[in-house]
C-alpha cells in the first residue's frame, strides 16, 4: 500500500528534523534532508557536513542528493522527492535541478538565502529545463524552532 503524499512528507520530515537535530549536536546548522524515490522509500539522506568535513559544499540536501545517486546508480533522480528542513540555497537549488528531483518539500522559510520563493525562485524559474514542483510549510514550526535555538545558543 502506498502513503498519500502528504502522510509520506510528513514522514520523511520527521526523519529531516533528526537529522538537523544531529547536525546541532555536532555543531553544524541544523539542516537534515531526505530524498525519496517516486514510491515513497528514502533513498538518501544527510545532514549539514560543512564544519566536520571541512567542504563548503556539504549542506545537507547536497549530501542528501549524493547518497540517493549512489544508492540509485545514477545521478538522475527524476521522479524522486527531496525533503529538507530549511528552503534551500541557490546552490542546493541548482543541485536539485540537476538531478532533475521532480518536488521539493521544507519546512521553514530562510528570508536570507532562500532559493525556493523567498529571494529566489530558482526551482521554478521558467527559464531553466528543468523546474520542481515545490510544497512549503510542511513542520515549518518544528524546523523554525531548531534553527532558532542553534542562532540563540551561538549568540
Known sequence: MTLPASTRDDSAMHRALALAAEAHAHGEVPVGAVVMDASGTVVGEGRNRREVSHDPTAHAEVVALRAAADALGSWNLDGCTLVVTLEPCAMCAGA????????????AWDDKAGAAGSMYDIVRDRRLPHRAEVVSGVREPEASTLLQSFFEDRR
Open 96 to 107: 536539485l535541478l540537476q538531478a532533475r528531483i521532480a518536488r521539493l518539500v521544507f519546512g
